[in-house]
């Protein structure tokens, strides 16, 4: 079962905008409105920023904002700050009631 | 608040079984799902399967073959995941990780994470 692909890095200045992609197939990403995404600070648990594709839990920025077309998920960080130096996963549901983790990217705040 | 609390750190040996718990607490306990995700170290993210705390059902990824078990004791609002047949890759953080109410299908209360490691 492969993962969900993304870049393995996406770097940025503070205060710019980058964008992360999160590609699957019409039997995860783009079959169902059920992407998530997640950042995990290194050594701690992962922590949901956005669920059902573009929804910020309570609590998390509006400097992160998400959408999906076709098989192609992304996530926003708008004015980049030094605290969202993190690893970032996507996730959706998948055909048979099983999910799947994209491969991560590292964000770099230069 | 709700809390996923798990089990503490094991070593095994190649071949050994680990069972990991995590107890929940803070919510109804049968109406949401728990997950079970690793993290081998540097790798990604890894959707091990899941349990519907409820009625027991569980779904799991066919990367396991047949080795992920998942149980629930709805008495200790426990979940359990054994893993079987223990490789060297296997060494990993395990996290439990509740399955959010209603239609969304993501993960929004994780443990704090299992350490697993086997070596001979």
């Known amino acids: 079962q492969s993962a969900l692909t993304q870049p393995a890095s996406v770097s940025g200045s503070p205060g710019q905008s980058i964008t992360i992609s999160c590609t699957g197939t019409?039997?995860?990403?783009?079959?169902?409105?059920?992407v998530s995404w997640y950042q995990q600070v290194p050594g701690e648990a992962p922590k949901v920023i956005i669920f059902?594709?573009?929804t910020r839990p309570s609590g998390v920025s509006n400097r992160f904002s998400a959408s999906k077309s076709g098989n192609t998920a992304s996530l926003t960080i708008s004015g980049l700050q030094s605290e969202d130096e993190a690893d970032y996963y996507c996730s959706s549901y998948r055909t048979g009631a099983a999910y799947v983790f994209g491969t991560g990217t590292q964000v770099i705040v230069l | 608040q709700v809390q996923l609390v798990q089990s503490g750190a094991e070593v095994k040996k190649p071949g050994a079984s680990v069972k990991i718990s995590c107890k929940a607490s803070g919510y109804t306990f049968i109406f949401s799902a728990i997950h079970w995700v690793r993290q081998a170290p540097g790798q990604r993210l890894e959707w091990m399967g899941w349990i519907n705390a409820g009625n027991g059902i569980t779904k799991h990824s066919q990367i396991f073959q047949g080795r992920v078990t998942i149980t629930r004791d709805t008495s200790a609002n426990t979940v359990y995941m054994d893993l079987s047949s223990l490789r060297s890759d296997d060494t990993a953080v395990y996290y439990c990780?509740?399955?959010?109410?209603?239609?969304?299908?993501?993960?929004?209360?994780w443990g704090q994470g299992t350490l697993v490691t086997v070596s001979s």
């Open positions: 019409s039997s995860d990403v783009g079959g169902y409105d059920s």
């Open positions: 059902d594709v573009d």
């Open positions: 990780a509740r399955g959010m109410s209603g239609a969304s299908k993501a993960f929004d209360y």
